[in-house]
């Protein structure tokens, strides 16, 4: 039988680029160990359910809110619609969209929602596994005053029992002082009470215990409670929504909340709604709240000064005693009275833009809103305030969510500066101007003034105290009506959002059960899966038939199992005269394979391994007797003569004969061979050639031609001649050997031949170092069940015709009871090659 050497030295390339595990080699993992996938299925599944069965779930609720646009409020508006041409600082508080969602999570309206709906106080029934979430239900309220709420920096946890009609308290918190030099402290908790409600001081604030009305602590049962910082509890509720726009045409956002109360996050997202109503109205009226509040300033002087005009005409009138006067000159009062009625509104003009200066030049205003539409008559001045109130009121939304520092906060910071500037100059231009005109009004007044010189000083006083009652009375009345307007404004502030429904309940989101179980099952069949195949990757080490069929194309001729104590009789030798067991169907299988492999006139098979400790020598023997059993002339050779192993092997005491004193020999006879040659005890017609004294240099002796004086010889007088030799991976000897043999028969072991030996062994066939390789597995241990599956239902469990009848019907089955291992080969490594000098003989 001839195979392609460049195949065969090809083949460890292509398995290293072939797949390590084929669907069969998985289909025999995953049925020999269906026991562990069957365990860890059943521990996934159960964890699984356990999971499933205690583990809170989280529900989520869903709203739409409508964020109205203030063009369109104004519109439907009817009030605002009228004060829309005399706006009283009512500016929209939006930018867009973006914004109002990113105000809807922030922690601030978060925390406004928490404390109105007091969710910074959880409470839980303790259970025997987990405990019980409670929400409005609770047998037992727990709460603390709001001052020491704004304070609290660490959460608060107590434990509420009722033990014979009393409450035990039990707890712990930590006070954290508000000096950074001070550490915080641990306190505890033990007090028990007759009766409720109860207030406790700590040292965190004092909280107060009170029954809910619901239902009534039982007994031994164990309440918790955990009183919690807003700001801890409100980063829980932002990390918790969803804030999404619906419709890029459309001012609507989806509002979605997971809790693990499903009633608690329908409260939260209604109260969420109603907090930031609240806070976009108090963002609106801020202006008109500023602006309220200099008119009542100012009203309040102007009342002032008014009353001390009135008082100086009638003290004038008790003076001289006037009760009524006429005009002496007609037109030059009305002359006068007009460029006095002038100067009194550019009076009044200089005095609005004093005050507004004023109001600007105060630190404390700085970047605050100014008071618009108070009756400034310069237009660019009152538009420059219109813009900075926007502007201003711009920037302080943005504060809420970001610093001064932040980029969007910035160029609105520099724009009030810029407006702050061009404001200044403006009531700066618009002064000047009035100055002017005030000085050009004063001269013709002065001219009218001196044509009335001619009238009683009585009618002047009066003429100009009544003046000066008429300026301060037309200024009084104009800010009444301001004032009127503004708050009027004030009452018709709409809410900025409306929720379009009430809160619905969407429906359990976590854990999702089928998901769950699915990736428990996923994990249940990965987890020894992934195990068996970490297993089989970094095995380096053949198991049997596949794994060398895998790594070599030489063919594979048998598959010795490892034999039993009971099996064996004369040392190893397993196979015996007139039994059908399955030691002697292996080596039957092997003698047949053989025969056919040898070619007429071929008889000499040579057994050699890449290392110590494969069974050469054992397969070897036993293939012997299997050929004498066939009433053949058989002679077995030891040409291991480094580390012998036959006499040991066939129980032969003598260690002075053997083939070493015939290579000595220039041309040895059959006659000085007969002399060595020594019967085996096993079989009458197989003789034994031991390998005799051991020689200092085995590789020069077996290089003589000598050698082959004597396996020629041999030949001619045995049926087979059976050499067994020293590993060719460790040793020459064997390759110098080669030369007589007609066919080798190379061992590996399973469990020991390493996979790396065959690109070795692939290599030697390339290069015919070798005559006529052929594998043959040995020690493949039946007891494991991943060969008892192969060979039992694969390769010898319906072996040929024995299939069939009686006890051969299932040899694969019987492997199993060959259990222990035959003979150890040793090291080659550490067994001290050619330095033995008993019995040894020289050239």
């Known amino acids: 039988m001839e195979v392609n050497n460049q195949d065969l030295y090809n083949t460890q390339q292509e398995n290293e680029e072939s797949s390590s595990l084929s669907f069969g080699m998985i289909y025999k993992m995953v049925v020999l160990n269906w026991k562990w996938f069957v365990l860890s299925l059943a521990l996934c599944l159960g964890v699984a359910y356990a999971y499933l069965r205690y583990k809170t779930p989280v529900y989520q609720s869903a709203a739409k809110l409508l964020i109205k646009d203030d063009d369109n409020t104004n519109k439907s508006n009817g009030v605002n619609a009228l004060l829309n041409s005399q706006t009283l600082g009512l500016v929209s508080n939006s930018t867009g969209i973006d914004n109002e969602m990113v105000l809807l999570k922030s922690s601030r309206l978060a925390g406004q929602t928490i404390y109105d709906l007091k969710l910074y106080v959880s409470y839980k029934m303790k259970g025997r596994v987990a405990d019980h979430l409670l929400y409005k239900n609770q047998p037992i309220t727990v709460d603390i005053d709001s001052s020491s709420l704004s304070n609290l920096k660490a959460p608060i946890k107590l434990e509420i029992t009722r033990e014979e009609g009393s409450f035990h308290i039990t707890?712990?918190?930590?006070?954290?002082?508000?000096?950074?030099?001070?550490?915080?402290?641990?306190?505890?908790?033990?007090?028990?009470?007759?009766?409720?409600?109860?207030?406790?001081?700590?040292?965190?604030?004092r909280l107060t215990f009170s029954h809910n009305g619901v239902s009534m602590l039982p007994e031994e049962k164990k309440l918790k409670v955990t009183i919690l910082p807003v700001q801890m509890a409100a980063a829980k509720y932002v990390a918790a929504l969803d804030v999404a726009e619906e419709n890029k045409k459309a001012t609507i956002v989806d509002m979605t909340l997971a809790d693990e109360v499903p009633e608690r996050s329908c409260d939260y997202l209604k109260q969420l709604a109603v907090c930031y109503n609240r806070q976009a109205n108090e963002d609106k009226n801020e202006i008109a709240i500023r602006t309220e509040r200099f008119i009542n300033s100012r009203l309040e002087k102007i009342n002032n000064e008014l009353g001390q005009t009135e008082g100086n005409l009638e003290s004038t009138k008790r003076q001289y005693g006037i009760v009524n006067t006429e005009a002496n000159s007609t037109m030059s009062l009305s002359n006068s009275d007009a460029y006095?009625?002038?100067?009194?509104?550019?009076?009044?003009?200089?005095?609005?833009?004093k005050s507004i200066s004023e109001f600007m030049n105060e630190p404390a205003n700085k970047y605050q809103l100014l008071p618009s539409?108070?009756?400034?008559?310069?237009?660019?001045?009152?538009?420059?305030?219109?813009?900075?109130?926007e502007v201003a009121l711009e920037r302080t939304h943005l504060l809420r969510t970001s610093s001064e520092n932040s980029p969007v906060v910035t160029p609105l910071t520099a724009q009030l500066d810029e407006l702050l500037l061009s404001i200044r100059r403006a009531i700066k231009q618009a002064h000047q101007t009035a100055e002017i005109q005030y000085n050009d009004l004063q001269r013709q007044f002065s001219l009218y003034n001196q044509q009335i010189l001619s009238t009683p000083q009585q009618e002047r006083i009066l003429t100009q105290i009544g003046r000066q009652q008429e300026v301060k009375s037309g200024l009084y009345l104009m800010l009444l009506q301001k004032r009127?307007?503004?708050?009027?404004?004030?009452?018709?502030?709409?809410?900025?959002?409306?929720?379009?429904?009430?809160p619905l309940l969407i429906g359990?989101?976590?854990?999702?059960?089928?998901?769950?179980?699915?990736?428990?099952?996923?994990?249940?069949?990965?987890?020894?899966?992934?195990?068996?195949?970490?297993?089989?990757?970094?095995?380096?080490?053949?198991?049997?038939?596949?794994?060398?069929?895998?790594?070599?194309?030489?063919?594979?001729?048998?598959?010795?199992a490892i034999a039993s104590d009971q099996a064996k009789t004369k040392a190893d030798i397993v196979v015996h005269a007139n039994q059908n067991n399955l030691m002697e169907e292996v080596f039957r299988s092997i003698r047949a394979n053989i025969q056919f492999m040898l070619k007429k006139g071929e008889n000499t098979i040579m057994f050699t391994s890449t290392t110590s400790g494969e069974g050469k020598t054992f397969t070897a023997a036993n293939l012997a007797v299997s050929f004498a059993l066939l009433d053949k002339k058989v002679v077995i050779v030891g040409l291991d003569i480094r580390k012998p192993r036959l006499a040991e092997l066939f129980e032969i005491p003598n260690h002075h004969q053997g083939i070493t004193n015939l290579l000595v020999k220039e041309n040895p006879t059959m006659e000085d061979i007969k002399k060595q040659i020594l019967p085996s005890g096993v079989n009458d017609n197989l003789d034994v050639l031991m390998a005799g004294p051991i020689p200092p240099n085995p590789s020069e002796l077996v290089s003589r031609q000598s050698l082959d004086i004597i396996i020629d010889q041999l030949k001619e007088h045995y049926d087979y001649v059976i050499i067994d030799t020293a590993p060719v991976g460790l040793v020459t000897d064997t390759q110098q050997i080669a030369r007589v043999a007609d066919l080798t028969v190379y061992m590996c072991r399973a469990d020991y031949t390493p996979k790396s030996s065959f690109a070795f062994i692939n290599s030697l066939n390339a290069e015919n170092k070798m005559p006529n390789m052929t594998i043959v597995i040995n020690g493949i241990?039946?007891?494991?069940?991943?060969?008892?599956?192969?060979?039992?239902?694969?390769?010898?469990?319906?072996?040929?015709?024995y299939g069939h009848y009686g006890k051969y019907g299932n040899y694969g089955n019987s492997y199993g009871s060959y259990g222990a291992n035959y003979g150890s080969y040793g090291n080659y490594a550490n067994s001290g090659y050619g330095n033995r000098n008993d019995n040894s003989i020289k050239v």
């Not at 550490?183 to 409720?196: A, C, G, M, N």
């Not at 006095?340 to 833009?353: D, G, N, V």
């Not at 068996?532 to 063919?555: M, N, S």
């Open 171 to 205: 707890g712990e918190y930590t006070y954290v002082p508000s000096d950074q030099d001070k550490l915080p402290s641990e306190y505890t908790i033990d007090r028990t009470v007759k009766d409720l409600p109860f207030t406790l001081n700590t040292s965190v604030g």
């Open 340 to 353: 006095a009625k002038q100067i009194s509104e550019l009076k009044t003009q200089m005095e609005l833009l």
């Open 373 to 389: 539409n108070v009756g400034l008559a310069d237009a660019s001045a009152s538009a420059f305030i219109n813009k900075y109130n």
């Open 484 to 502: 009127e307007e503004n708050s009027i404004s004030l009452a018709a502030t709409a809410d900025k959002g409306k929720l379009i429904d009430d």
């Open 508 to 560: 359990k989101v976590s854990p999702k059960g089928s998901m769950i179980m699915l990736i428990a099952l996923v994990l249940g069949l990965a987890i020894p899966a992934g195990i068996l195949f970490l297993i089989e990757f970094f095995r380096y080490k053949i198991e049997g038939h596949d794994d060398v069929a895998a790594l070599t194309k030489l063919p594979i001729i048998g598959d010795v």
């Open 781 to 801: 241990d039946m007891a494991k069940k991943k060969y008892g599956y192969y060979y039992g239902y694969g390769k010898y469990g319906k072996y040929g015709k």
